[in-house]
C-alpha cells in the first residue's frame, strides 16, 4: 500500500524567505508523485508532479519539488515565498497503473509579512 | 475549459438519510474519483471510476456507493447516514493524456445533524 509522511503540522516562513515543505512516500514499484495546494473552502489545486524524467520538477506560482529516490523524498520548495502562499499543501503518491491517490496529512504554510 | 463541478456545494442531513452528490468531470475526463475528507482522517479515497466501471475501491462500508454514466458525469450515494459522515466530498476527475494528474471540484460539504 502506497502512503505519505508529511512531519510538520505547520511551516511558518518571513515573506521573502524560502519556504520548503517535506514529503517522505513509501510506495511498490516507481512512485507518481504530486503537489496539491487548498485554501479555505476550495478544493485542491494541482501545483506539480513526478513521473519520471529529471528529479528537479517546476510546477505552478513558481513553485518546484525535488525527488530523491534514495530517500524517497519529494519536498516542496519555493524560493521567495508570498503571503497568498499561505494555505494547507498536500502531497500525494500513486502506484503505476492504479489511479488511487495516498495523502499526507497536509502542511499548514503561514507567510508572515 | 471548465473545470470539476460539484453539486450541491453545501448540505444537511439529519442521521438515517441518504444523500446523492454529484460530479461533473471536466471535459474528455473518463476517470472520476471520490474522496472525503476530515479533519481527523485527512483525505481518504472512496473509490474511482472509469468507463462506467469501478476501477478501485477504498476501505469505506458498504453504506457508500458510486456509479457512473455514459457522459462521465458521476454520482455518490451514502445511505443510512452517521455523524461521523460529515466532511468535504471531493471529486476529481483525470485523463490518460493530461500525464495522470487529477482535477478535484470544490467539493461538496456534508453535515449530519
Known amino acids: 500500500a502506497q502512503s505519505v509522511a508529511q512531519p510538520e503540522d505547520q511551516v511558518n516562513v518571513a515573506e521573502g524567505n524560502p519556504l520548503t515543505v517535506k514529503c517522505t512516500y513509501s510506495?511498490?514499484?516507481?512512485?507518481?508523485l504530486f503537489w496539491y495546494v487548498q485554501y479555505p473552502n476550495r478544493g485542491l489545486q494541482f501545483l506539480l508532479k513526478y513521473i519520471t524524467g529529471d528529479n528537479l520538477v517546476k510546477g505552478s506560482y513558481g513553485f518546484e519539488a525535488e525527488f530523491n529516490k534514495s530517500q524517497t523524498s519529494f519536498h516542496l520548495k519555493k524560493q521567495s515565498a508570498l503571503v497568498s502562499d499561505s494555505a494547507l499543501y498536500f502531497c500525494?503518491?500513486?502506484?503505476?497503473?492504479?489511479?488511487?491517490?495516498?495523502f499526507g496529512k497536509g502542511n499548514q504554510v503561514v507567510v508572515i509579512p | 475549459k471548465a473545470g470539476v463541478t460539484q453539486t450541491p456545494r453545501y448540505l444537511i442531513k439529519t442521521r438515517g438519510q441518504q444523500v446523492t452528490l454529484s460530479c461533473s468531470p471536466i471535459?474528455?475526463?473518463?476517470?472520476v474519483s471520490w474522496y472525503q475528507q476530515t479533519p481527523g482522517q485527512g483525505l481518504q479515497f472512496l473509490f474511482e471510476y472509469f468507463s462506467e466501471t469501478q476501477r478501485n475501491k477504498g476501505n469505506f462500508p458498504g453504506r457508500f456507493s458510486g456509479r457512473q454514466f455514459s457522459n462521465s458525469r458521476s454520482e455518490m450515494n451514502v445511505s443510512t447516514l452517521e455523524l461521523g459522515d460529515s466532511a468535504l466530498y471531493l471529486c476529481a476527475s483525470s485523463n490518460w493524456t493530461s500525464g495522470y494528474e487529477q482535477y478535484f471540484g470544490p467539493g461538496t460539504r456534508l453535515t449530519v445533524t
Open positions: 510506495v511498490s514499484g516507481n512512485p507518481y
Open positions: 500525494a503518491v500513486r502506484a503505476y497503473g492504479n489511479n488511487r491517490l495516498a
Open positions: 471535459s474528455g475526463h473518463r476517470s
